[in-house]
């Protein structure tokens, strides 16, 4: 299994932990992930980081779709591609959800399974520089010709020689946009998976596989997962020090009847504890939505422990049907362990 670092991107500072990402790419990871939200942007740290790295592939987890326009995105992928060298650049889209879709950037939430099936072909057409681009989507169109059109804009062709195979992996979890995911992507960052999971998203992936047609399966499909990882003796407190995020995004990072999160738990198998946690988050009872976040809800997506139970828990991790799993960790020494336990071959 390939592994991936996750850039920490979140805080009120953007720092980046020039010495650990050398490590990691020396220990021989895969990949080096950056995201977004309503703060630090995903693509900017990765022009940095391809300044001092070499061989590690650089990806978006996620870049959010109404941050852009689909040319734009496409054309910053394509920039990075060339300044970091040998393909390294990876496009991961993400939908973000209406809060902060209409609430930060100011777009209608419309209708978001079109405008990713829309937003991911305009970008190949761009990358791949086959005609000047043109499309006729439900939800984006190019040139455009809605209200405020001047009537002007002509089809237009890359100036910059892109590369056409930069890949395009979408953050995806339910079933319609996961069965979207492997029909018109190169791979899924997933949300909401972990051992013995598969069983619940094969269906939907060999669903997209089937309309994408040509062949196409998991066979060189990528699937990245996450994975917290957290080396030390107090299993119980470093599962009690998740669930203030976990309760925060599950029961008010989403409109009460729109939350990606408190559907992921709920999908995971923790349904009754996802409600609880929403309806004691919302009425202002925030001590006691955390204590109902379940431990094993926690501690399934989680390596944590002393060595030796991450080494035993990580056998599930090998046989789940990731092709890798983006580490989320704060000791080198995690680090460190997992490209043992993935049998990376480090790098000089």
Known sequence: MKLGMMVPWNGPRMEIPVDL???VERLGYDSLWSAEAYGSDALTPLAYIASFTRHIRLGTSLIQLAARTPAATAM????????????RAICGLGLSGPQIVEGWYGQPWGRPYYRMRDYVQIMRKVLRRDA??????????????GPGSHGMGKPLRSILHTNPDIPI???TGSESMVRLTAEVADGWLTFGFGPGMMDVYRPWLEEGFRRAGGGKSL??????AGCNVNITDDVQA??????????????GMGHPDMN??????IRCGFADAAERIQELFLADRRAEAIAAVPDEFLDHHSLIGPEQR?????KGWEDSGATGLTIHAHQPEAYRLMARLAGCEPRS
């Open 238 to 251: 470093a599962l009690d020090a998740q669930k203030p995020m976990t309760a925060l995004y599950v029961g």
């Open 169 to 171: 992996l979408l953050g």
């Open 260 to 265: 990606f999160h408190k559907e992921r738990m």
């Open 219 to 224: 066979d060189g499909f990528e699937i990245y």
């Open 21 to 23: 990402i050398l490590e």
């Open 76 to 87: 910053a992928m394509a920039t990075l591609d060339q300044l970091a060298g040998d393909g």
């Open 132 to 145: 000047p681009v043109a499309h006729e989507g439900r939800e984006i169109s190019l040139p455009y010709t």
């Open 310 to 314: 991450i080494r035993q828990r990580w």
